[in-house]
């Protein structure tokens, strides 16, 4: 027993009553709460929860609701088949949500259901071969918009059984691949088609052969606001417009913006007087998007930025009940706040406080409800009462008074040509000041996203595990505004590899990290980095890199970033090889990689393909530094399978304690 005992991980013997460190068998324990919706009325909010089946090896998804006081929590779906997207009718009387759960039509697939709020079994009201992504009600509650994958005519024709069968892919798109979705064959579009609840018979609002998207009612009924792509080469040039369009089958849409980027995400004022949507960057730029809110007059004329002097992203904007202001979400450096603006202009003014995300939100009558997550506390549902946050659910908390979690802290340096960098520092459990610990740099992917203040398995997971967890906000990241962001463009693994180690030495020379127990490591473009770092320096003793690419030049019409390459670097007979070189130093200088380093990929990733983790493993086989690949079979760029990600997390652990303690 004593010898037993002396081989258990230090971390295992801190606490020996009351809460315990977080470990693997806790990893699918607990439930994302998601999608807020609050009634008509303002009384209940709905959402959707998502929890693991183990035994099953899947996730499944049920829709929930909430009393704005918090006194009721009810499941409202209970089927093994996941449902989402609840949306309430205007009148109140119903909540739609998709589902791909068995129902009374001949077709399979997600279909639209209709729970009666006044009791009775949910009853589907679509029965359709084509993919349904989208419901949006009209404000008389009889009619839905509805997003809709068109399947090719040939196809449609075809029975159940000879659609399973396989049939050679034609590819006749210039970019024709997209993770998850696979080959975009043919020409299949997601367009809106116009549904009556009663009849339950569709029609296709617009004829022209082109995807659309974020169709919204205007506040009559009259006509629908939505985003497309109507550039004459649309496949090519990533942008989008806003348009409007009589709610009538077959009408013929107008459009509203000019802009030579994407607008998306429209939303009616309550007069129906104006439309609020949210500008990106152009074109060129679209990999290093920061979105601005804008409004527009419903009939045209010319757009207002309205966050102009913010200088940061924002998302998911509406309109007050009044009219007279926009509300919407900011990501500010390692936070995501509520905030809200007059629609004649003027002051940003910030609705919520504190180190936390604001992860979703939305507002009707006197609710505005908000999921909420910080470091140590997974989303859970909010209402702002009163201009503060009240929480409503806990669907977590009884895991959580279960364990002890690690302190997360901000932390700020400079890097060698003198930027500034933040980040966030997560400690040991049980850390103690003067000790150092190994430390495991771990970098987020995008580039334009942020590591921030919300609850992040990954990274409680190895502070319970005994390390020191640095994430990095590097030239690139999203929350810094938009020079911030796009000083990399051109330049990938430059400026991003400058941030991430100057964030090592800091935490080295804070005392906190022990300077020869260093790893590295991170997904996608976090897996990129994690090339770029070992083909820099040696001073990382373990490495693991997932879904990334060293030689981005084998890439050009591999994976699903074609438009991307084209606008930023472009095609190496316009450009030349030499930017192309510039970008390619991991895997053409992988004699300079002394770093044991795992590689990790599902084999469906179109998004960043096995074939860059198998270049890199090869490359390092080759030059003699210890290597292992893992592949993910039917796994897309985000690894879904329950048992999966375990296995992943399990293979983290092991990689880093074989080269770390």
Same mark, same amino acid.
């Given at each position: 027993?004593?010898?037993?005992?002396?081989?258990?991980?230090?971390?295992?013997?801190?606490?020996?009553?009351?809460?315990?460190?977080?470990?693997?068998?806790?990893?699918?324990?607990?439930?994302?709460?998601?999608?807020?919706?609050?009634?008509?009325?303002?009384?209940?909010?709905?959402?959707?929860?998502?929890?693991?089946?183990?035994?099953?090896?899947?996730?499944?998804?049920?829709?929930?609701?909430?009393?704005?006081?918090?006194?009721?929590?009810?499941?409202?779906?209970?089927?093994?088949?996941?449902?989402?997207?609840?949306?309430?009718?205007?009148?109140?009387?119903?909540?739609?949500?998709?589902?791909?759960?068995?129902?009374?039509?001949?077709?399979?697939?997600?279909?639209?259901?209709?729970?009666?709020?006044?009791?009775?079994?949910?009853?589907?009201?679509?029965?359709?071969?084509?993919?349904?992504?989208?419901?949006?009600?009209?404000?008389?509650?009889?009619?839905?918009?509805?997003?809709?994958?068109?399947?090719?005519?040939?196809?449609?024709?075809?029975?159940?059984?000879?659609?399973?069968?396989?049939?050679?892919?034609?590819?006749?798109?210039?970019?024709?691949?997209?993770?998850?979705?696979?080959?975009?064959?043919?020409?299949?579009?997601?367009?809106?088609?116009?549904?009556?609840?009663?009849?339950?018979?569709?029609?296709? #609002? $617009?004829?022209?052969?082109?995807?659309?998207?974020? *169709? %919204? =009612? @205007? !506040? /009559? +009924?009259?006509? &629908?606001?939505?985003?497309?792509?109507?550039?004459?080469?649309?496949?090519?040039?990533?942008?989008?417009?806003?348009?409007?369009?009589?709610?009538?089958?077959?009408?013929?849409?107008?459009? #509203? $913006?000019?802009?030579?980027?994407?607008?998306?995400? *429209? %939303? =009616? @004022? !309550? /007069? +129906?007087?104006? &439309?609020?949507?949210?500008?990106?960057?152009?074109?060129?730029?679209?990999?290093?998007?920061?979105?601005?809110?804008?409004?527009?007059?419903?009939?045209?004329?010319?757009?207002?930025?309205?966050?102009?002097?913010?200088?940061?992203?924002?998302?998911? *904007?509406?309109?007050?009940? /009044? +009219?007279?202001?926009?509300?919407?979400?900011?990501?500010?450096?390692?936070?995501?706040?509520?905030?809200?603006?007059?629609?004649?202009?003027?002051?940003?003014?910030?609705?919520?406080?504190?180190?936390?995300?604001?992860?979703?939100?939305?507002?009707?009558?006197?609710?505005?409800?908000?999921?909420?997550?910080?470091?140590?506390?997974?989303?859970?549902?909010?209402?702002?009462?009163?201009?503060?946050?009240?929480?409503?659910?806990?669907?977590?908390?009884?895991?959580?008074?279960?364990?002890?979690?690690?302190?997360?802290?901000?932390?700020?340096?400079?890097?060698?040509?003198?930027?500034?960098?933040?980040?966030?520092?997560?400690?040991?459990?049980?850390?103690?000041?003067?000790?150092?610990?190994?430390?495991?740099?771990?970098?987020?992917?995008?580039?334009?996203?942020?590591?921030?203040?919300?609850?992040?398995?990954?990274?409680?997971?190895?502070?319970?595990?005994?390390?020191?967890?640095?994430?990095?906000?590097?030239?690139?990241?999203?929350?810094?505004?938009?020079?911030?962001?796009?000083?990399?463009?051109?330049?990938?693994?430059?400026?991003?590899?400058?941030?991430?180690?100057?964030?090592?030495?800091?935490?080295?020379?804070?005392?906190?990290?022990?300077?020869?127990?260093?790893?590295?490591?991170?997904?996608?473009?976090?897996?990129?980095?994690?090339?770029?770092?070992?083909?820099?320096?040696?001073?990382?003793?373990?490495?693991?890199?997932?879904?990334?690419?060293?030689?981005?030049?084998?890439?050009?019409?591999?994976?699903?970033?074609?438009?991307?390459?084209?606008?930023?670097?472009?095609?190496?007979?316009?450009?030349?090889?030499?930017?192309?070189?510039?970008?390619?130093?991991?895997?053409?200088?992988?004699?300079?990689?002394?770093?044991?380093?795992?590689?990790?990929?599902?084999?469906?990733?179109?998004?960043?393909?096995?074939?860059?983790?198998?270049?890199?493993?090869?490359?390092?086989?080759?030059?003699?530094?210890?290597?292992?690949?893992?592949?993910?079979?039917?796994?897309?760029?985000?690894?879904?399978?329950?048992?999966?990600?375990?296995?992943?997390?399990?293979?983290?652990?092991?990689?880093?304690?074989?080269?770390?303690?």
């Amino acid at each position: 027993m004593t010898c037993a005992k002396l081989l258990l991980p230090w971390f295992t013997l801190i606490l020996t009553a009351g809460p315990r460190p977080l470990t693997l068998d806790d990893m699918h324990k607990f439930k994302d709460a998601a999608d807020p919706r609050c009634s008509p009325d303002g009384k209940w909010i709905a959402y959707t929860l998502a929890s693991v089946d183990p035994a099953a090896d899947k996730r499944d998804t049920d829709i929930w609701m909430v009393s704005y006081d918090g006194k009721e929590n009810i499941r409202v779906t209970t089927s093994p088949e996941s449902e989402t997207s609840p949306r309430w009718s205007p009148d109140g009387r119903y909540l739609a949500f998709l589902s791909g759960r068995p129902g009374t039509g001949k077709n399979k697939g997600t279909q639209i259901w209709l729970l009666d709020r006044r009791g009775g079994e949910a009853q589907q009201i679509t029965d359709t071969k084509a993919r349904i992504s989208g419901l949006e009600w009209a404000p008389d509650s009889k009619r839905v918009a509805v997003l809709v994958r068109d399947e090719e005519e040939e196809i449609q024709k075809l029975s159940d059984k000879d659609r399973e069968k396989p049939r050679p892919i034609v590819i006749d798109r210039y970019s024709f691949k997209r993770d998850g979705a696979g080959y975009l064959s043919g020409m299949k579009r997601t367009r809106i088609q116009l549904l009556d609840v009663a009849s339950k018979k569709m029609e296709l #609002l $617009t004829t022209a052969d082109f995807d659309e998207g974020g *169709p %919204v =009612w @205007s !506040p /009559d +009924g009259t006509r &629908i606001a939505f985003t497309s792509n109507h550039a004459a080469d649309w496949d090519k040039i990533p942008t989008s417009d806003v348009f409007v369009v009589d709610a009538k089958p077959g009408a013929t849409p107008k459009k #509203l $913006t000019v802009f030579p980027g994407s607008d998306t995400s *429209p %939303v =009616w @004022s !309550p /007069d +129906g007087k104006w &439309i609020a949507y949210l500008q990106g960057s152009e074109h060129g730029l679209g990999e290093y998007n920061m979105t601005k809110l804008a409004v527009i007059g419903a009939d045209g004329g010319v757009a207002k930025i309205l966050t102009a002097s913010l200088d940061r992203g924002v998302s998911r *904007p509406d309109f007050t009940a /009044d +009219g007279k202001a926009l509300r919407f979400l900011v990501a500010d450096d390692m936070s995501v706040y509520l905030a809200q603006v007059p629609v004649a202009g003027g002051a940003v003014e910030r609705l919520t406080a504190g180190q936390r995300v604001i992860g979703a939100w939305d507002q009707a009558a006197a609710c505005t409800a908000a999921l909420v997550s910080s470091d140590n506390s997974p989303g859970d549902l909010y209402v702002l009462d009163g201009g503060s946050l009240r929480k409503l659910t806990g669907h977590n908390d009884a895991l959580l008074a279960e364990l002890t979690l690690p302190v997360t802290e901000e932390v700020k340096f400079k890097s060698k040509d003198g930027n500034e960098a933040h980040g966030l520092l997560t400690k040991p459990l049980g850390y103690e000041a003067g000790k150092k610990y190994p430390l495991l740099l771990r970098i987020h992917g995008g580039p334009n996203a942020q590591d921030q203040h919300a609850f992040q398995l990954e990274r409680q997971m190895f502070a319970a595990s005994g390390y020191a967890v640095l994430n990095v906000n590097y030239r690139g990241s999203s929350g810094r505004g938009q020079q911030y962001t796009v000083s990399i463009a051109k330049d990938w693994g430059n400026k991003e590899v400058l941030d991430l180690l100057a964030g090592v030495d800091h935490v080295v020379a804070s005392g906190v990290a022990d300077p020869e127990k260093l790893g590295v490591g991170g997904w996608s473009y976090g897996g990129i980095l994690t090339d770029y770092l070992v083909a820099t320096t040696t001073r990382f003793k373990a490495a693991t890199s997932g879904a990334g690419v060293a030689f981005p030049l084998a890439f050009y019409g591999h994976d699903q970033y074609i438009r991307q390459y084209d606008n930023e670097i472009g095609p190496p007979w316009k450009t030349g090889i030499e930017p192309w070189v510039k970008i390619s130093y991991p895997f053409l200088h992988a004699d300079r990689i002394k770093t044991p380093t795992l590689f990790l990929c599902g084999d469906k990733d179109f998004n960043v393909p096995l074939l860059g983790s198998e270049q890199m493993y090869q490359a390092l086989r080759n030059v003699g530094v210890d290597t292992q690949l893992i592949i993910y079979p039917g796994e897309n760029h985000g690894i879904a399978k329950p048992s999966f990600q375990r296995d992943r997390m399990q293979r983290y652990l092991d990689w880093y304690k074989k080269y770390l303690n």
